[in-house]
């Protein structure tokens, strides 16, 4: 079992950022895993934010990102910290939600970033706030 955890969500003003941090913990092995950001707003369904990879021995760096963020967000990774990293830059309105990190195992197989049905673990998602 896989247990992620969020944080670094907060309020701000629009054209600030924040740095959201997703841990990854339990028996995550060596195994290679895609870690998604994803977020929702009331009255909103989920939808993908961006995504990256931790746990690969060549260290890939591949990143994917929604079009609505690209250019503002950046993900990062720690490999021995297990953590991926959301940089949010020049915040809009309607980038506020709730964030959550969601992971799965590709060491074996593919996974598309963006389908949130394609992943097996979630953690409990930190607020987004931005004020205009």
């Known amino acids: 079992q896989v247990q992620l955890v969020e944080s670094g969500g907060g309020s701000v003003q629009a054209g600030g950022s924040l740095r959201l941090s997703c841990v990854a913990s339990?028996?995550?092995?060596?195994?290679?895993?895609?870690v998604g950001w994803f977020r929702q707003a009331p009255g909103r369904e989920r939808e993908g934010v961006a995504a990256?990879?931790?746990?690969?021995?060549?260290?890939?760096?591949?990143?994917y990102y929604a079009d609505a963020v690209k250019g503002r967000f950046a993900i990062s990774q720690d490999n021995a910290k297990k953590t991926l990293y959301l940089q949010m830059d020049s915040l809009k309105a309607e980038d506020a939600g709730m964030y959550y990190c969601?992971?799965?195992?590709?060491?074996?197989?593919?996974?598309?970033?963006?389908?949130?049905?394609?992943?097996?673990?979630w953690g409990q998602g930190t607020q987004v706030t931005v004020s205009s």
């Open positions: 969601a992971a799965v195992d590709v060491s074996y197989r593919s996974a598309i970033w963006y389908r949130s049905s394609e992943y097996r673990y």
């Open positions: 339990g028996n995550t092995g060596s195994r290679t895993y895609l």
């Open positions: 990256g990879y931790i746990g690969t021995i060549l260290g890939d760096i591949t990143s």
